[in-house]
């Protein structure tokens, strides 16, 4: 273990037994999901330094960042504007929240029926093992579903930096009033921290970075139209996550340099698995780092996913920001019409949300649709029932799936998955005979 790490973490008053255990977990986790994927693209490679270094390297460069002054911005979720904390000389850092930590203690906070995300929050801060969190001068929560919501009041009094962004539940004129109100607050809240005042120049320096991050995965998620499929669901769904704390530029590069790659591999139909292999879309919760159990399984089970309908994800990056503003107020604007499109399920009613996966699941020629619902998150399980409804009508195979983050459940899991791929090649071969 690199001593300068070690002395880090301890500065930011990590646990260093409980951090070591994780990483290691982590480490092992990921030699097996990842490094055991056959004809990976090589720009992968990137990727998966970024991972080792997860704790490493990135939060070195965050400590250094913040020893020259830059602020960071903790969040826990894709309404939370990048762009303003950018344009204030922040930077934005996603709390990943993907994985079950210190249960116990986290039960005295929460009821144990709480979903594992907002568990898994609890649990890096009360274990002592996110050095993203522990670095963050702010900690952004948001009230969306009823869970979060009350969960923060309950993070307060761990978090002394918690700020709470308040958010619509109507997509209705009072609420994208309710939002532009909300991202004022937050920007005045940011300026407050950083002492930097945003103007109309750097707003729409920071707009324009954020939207090439998000361009250069619209640019991965059209390749994955292919067939054969050049990467992998499991690859695909690391440059998401790996979005959330990446340097953006340095990001987008990688991205982009991925999709070189992969267009030559169209161009030579090369794929990470034989043409017309079950292609599916998962649809659902986000998927935090490092949340790979269900396309793990998916993968392993004999088929690709072509695309991912979740913050973690196209509904996390679906829409570019307009840039044409000239002032604050007009770049304001923008950021929120871009952000109110969000089709979160904690909105109701939600129609947007049916349609962007039928449309999604047209556009990948996905062959069935594997909804995913965290146990106990009412918004998503609720919404999933409509969502396959939806599909149905469509003529399209879905599947609900409900886990946690816990691997008692992968077995029955995978006889589901397994059962449901079955059901799909039994289609296709109809379609081909
Ligand atoms: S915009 S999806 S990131 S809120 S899984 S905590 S909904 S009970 S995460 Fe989300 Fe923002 Fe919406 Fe996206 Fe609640 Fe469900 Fe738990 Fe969830």
Redesign the pocket.
């Known amino acids: 273990m690199n001593n300068e790490y070690v002395t880090m973490w301890k500065e930011l008053g990590l646990n260093l037994e409980a951090h070591d255990a994780l990483l290691s977990v982590l480490g092992n986790a990921y030699k097996d999901i990842f490094l055991t994927q056959k004809d990976r693209p090589e720009g992968m490679g990137y990727f998966d330094f970024v991972m080792s270094e997860v704790h490493g390297l990135r939060i070195k460069e965050l400590l250094d960042e913040k020893a020259q002054g830059r602020k960071i911005i903790g969040s826990?979720?894709?309404?939370v504007p990048e762009e303003i904390a950018l344009a204030a000389n922040a930077t934005l850092v996603g709390l990943c929240s993907g994985a079950d930590f210190v249960i116990e203690e986290v039960e005295r906070y929460l009821p144990r029926n709480t979903?594992s995300?907002?568990k898994s929050a609890f649990g890096f801060k009360l274990g002592k093992v996110c050095p993203y969190l522990e670095s963050a001068d702010m900690v952004v929560g948001?009230n969306?579903?009823d869970?979060?919501k009350k969960a923060y009041e309950s993070l307060g009094s761990l978090v002394d930096n918690l700020y709470v962004m308040d958010l619509p539940q109507m997509k209705s004129g009072q609420g994208r009033d309710l939002l532009r109100n909300e991202y004022d607050r937050f920007k005045t809240a940011v300026e407050v921290l950083t002492d930097v005042a945003i103007t109309p120049k750097s707003l729409k320096n920071a707009i324009k970075t954020v939207n090439a991050k998000r361009s250069a995965l619209h640019r991965l998620s059209i390749l994955r139209k292919a067939d054969p499929v050049p990467i992998s669901g499991l690859d695909a769904l690391l440059a998401n996550q790996v979005f959330f704390y990446d340097n953006p530029a340095r990001f987008t590069e990688s991205v982009n340099k991925i999709c070189d790659e992969l267009e030559k591999r169209i161009r030579e139909k090369q794929g990470i698995a034989p043409e017309r292999t079950p292609r599916i879309l998962l649809s659902g919760?986000?998927m935090a780092v490092p949340n790979w159990k269900l396309p793990w399984i998916v993968e392993t089970s004999g088929a690709v996913i072509v695309g991912e309908e979740s913050?973690v994800g196209e509904?996390?990056v679906r829409n570019l920001t307009r840039d044409s503003g000239t002032t604050v107020d007009e770049l304001m604007d923008a950021i929120t019409d871009r952000y109110f499109k969000?089709d979160?399920?904690?909105f109701t009613p939600n129609e947007d949300r049916l349609e962007h996966i039928v449309d999604m699941a047209k556009t990948y020629k996905a062959d069935g649709v594997i909804h995913y619902g965290?146990q106990?998150?009412?918004?998503?399980i609720m919404e999933s029932i409509p969502v396959e409804k939806a599909l149905e009508d469509k003529g399209i195979l879905c599947l609900r799936i409900e886990t946690d983050y816990g691997m008692e459940d992968a077995g029955q899991v995978k006889t589901r998955v397994e059962a449901f791929i079955e059901q799909i090649k039994d289609g296709l071969r109809q379609n081909y005979c």
């Not at 826990?76 to 309404?79: A, L, Q, T």
């Not at 106990?376 to 998503?380: I, V």
């Open positions: 826990y979720c894709v309404f979903c995300l907002i948001e969306t579903c869970g979060k919760c986000p913050c509904r996390g969000v979160c399920a904690i965290l106990f998150c009412q918004p998503y």
